[in-house]
């Protein structure tokens, strides 16, 4: 059965990384693109990064451009957010989702297109 698990989430100072971890099983990521979203309270749950099942081609939100970076390792069925120069507005739960991915199609940011969705990961970031 599909399923996500996200790590790595945690408290840290402004200007800090983290990396986030999202492990998959049940399916291979060939087949499936793989978006990393994050809600913070009171807004609405927000596309950050995807990557894609087969060219894997990344997107990203422009507030994180520069600072976060998408990976994808097959093999290990892991995609990564490094997540760097983190500011205390990145303040979320952050989930990772994934969708099934037809060939010739591209990966997007939008909740609602993702089936299968991970139990999210706390991430603060805070003097």
């Known amino acids: 059965q599909l399923q996500l698990v996200e790590s790595g989430g945690g408290l840290v100072q402004p200007g800090g990384s983290l990396r986030l971890s999202c492990a998959a099983s049940g399916f291979t990521l060939d087949y499936y693109a793989i978006g990393w979203f994050r809600q913070a309270p009171g807004k609405e749950r927000e596309g950050v990064s995807c990557i894609s099942g087969s060219s894997g081609s990344t997107n990203y939100a422009d507030s994180v451009k520069g600072r976060l970076i998408i990976s994808r390792d097959n093999a290990k069925r892991t995609v990564y957010l490094q997540m760097n120069r983190l500011k205390p507005e990145d303040t979320a739960i952050y989930y990772c989702?994934?969708?099934?991915?037809?060939?010739?199609?591209?990966?997007?940011?939008?909740?609602?297109?993702?089936?299968?969705w991970g139990q999210g990961t706390q991430v603060t970031v805070s003097a």
């Open positions: 989702a994934a969708k099934i991915h037809p060939p010739g199609s591209i990966a997007t940011m939008t909740p609602g297109d993702y089936t299968y």
